[in-house]
Nanobody, 125 residues
Framework: QVQLVESGGGTVQPGGSLRLSCTAS????????IGWFHQAPGKEREGVSC????????WYAESVKGRFAISRDNAKATAYLELNDLKPEDAGVYYC??????????????????WGKGTVVTVSS
C-alpha cells in the first residue's frame, strides 16, 4: 500500500521556523521526484518546492526562495522541507506528493500522483 505521511506542522510566530517531514512507503522512493504543495485557507493548492529523483535538481516558488529548503534522504525514504522566516501567508496545509513534472517553470502533480494527507502550519502572533 502506497503511503506518504507528512509530519512536523504546528503553530509558530511570524519569523519562526519549522521542519516538515514526508515519509514514504509502498513504492521505491528513490525512483520518484518529491514535491511539497501548500494550500492556504480558501485558496487553491500550489507548488512550493520540489526535488528531482534524477539529479536532485531543485525548484522553489518565488515566494519561498531564500526561506525554505527542500531535501531528501533516500535511505530513510523521507523528504524534508525546512521553513524559515515564516510569514502569515505561509499558513495552511502542506502536502507532499510525487510530481510528474519539474522544470524551471514549476512543479506539477495531479490526482494520478501519490499524495499525503497533509500537515497543518499556523503562523500567528
Amino acid at each position: 500500500q502506497v503511503q506518504l505521511v507528512e509530519s512536523g506542522g504546528g503553530t509558530v510566530q511570524p519569523g519562526g521556523s519549522l521542519r516538515l517531514s514526508c515519509t514514504a512507503s509502498g513504492f521505491t522512493f528513490e525512483h520518484y521526484s518529491i514535491g511539497w504543495f501548500h494550500q492556504a485557507p480558501g485558496k487553491e493548492r500550489e507548488g512550493v518546492s520540489c526535488i528531482s529523483n534524477v539529479d536532485n535538481g531543485l525548484w522553489y516558488a518565488e515566494s519561498v526562495k531564500g526561506r525554505f529548503a527542500i531535501s531528501r534522504d533516500n535511505a530513510k525514504a523521507t523528504a524534508y522541507l525546512e521553513l524559515n522566516d515564516l510569514k502569515p501567508e505561509d499558513a495552511g496545509v502542506y502536502y507532499c506528493a510525487t510530481p510528474y513534472h519539474i522544470s524551471g517553470h514549476g512543479c506539477f502533480a495531479d490526482a494520478q500522483d501519490y499524495w499525503g494527507k497533509g500537515t497543518v502550519v499556523t503562523v500567528s502572533s
